[in-house]
């Protein structure tokens, strides 16, 4: 299992930005596909974006689509989400999962939490209003 630490949360201003960071543990990080998932007190975990290999292909929930970017930095076995134009309804704890690659074999199975077997702690994000 990969080990994920997230980090970069915070309080903001609605229509700010932020940039959440999950880190890897080294070695292991080009035979995983990542994921970053929310939950907001009393509701479902929800899923927010997803990278995998090869090729950098990105999936996106609709609700966050053109506001947020999830990315990679193999050299620092880091994953990354910029958060822009941030909503009060973005409040959530954040989630980085892996997932090893060669389980994501469709588009849909990078939505399905159940496809990642490693998760971070969260970090808080707290949009105002």
């Known amino acids: 299992q990969v080990q994920l630490v997230e980090s970069g949360g915070g309080l903001v201003q609605a229509g700010g930005s932020l940039r959440l960071s999950c880190a890897a543990s080294?070695?292991?990080?080009?035979?995983?596909?990542f994921g970053w998932f929310r939950q907001a007190p009393g509701k479902e975990r929800e899923f927010v974006a997803a990278?995998?290999?090869?090729?950098?292909?990105?999936y996106y929930a609709g609700s966050v689509k053109g506001r947020f970017t999830i990315s990679a930095d193999n050299a620092k076995n880091t994953v990354y989400l910029q958060m822009n134009s941030l909503k009060p309804e973005d409040t959530a704890v954040y989630y980085c999962?892996?997932?090893?690659?060669?389980?994501?074999?469709?588009?849909?199975?990078?939505?399905?939490?159940?496809?990642?077997?490693?998760w971070g702690q969260g970090t808080q994000v707290t949009v105002s209003s």
């Open positions: 999962a892996g997932g090893l690659a060669r389980k994501f074999y469709s588009a849909i199975s990078y939505y399905a939490g159940s496809q990642y077997n490693s």
């Open positions: 080294r070695g292991t990080f080009s035979r995983y596909a």
């Open positions: 990278i995998g290999w090869p090729g950098d292909v990105t």
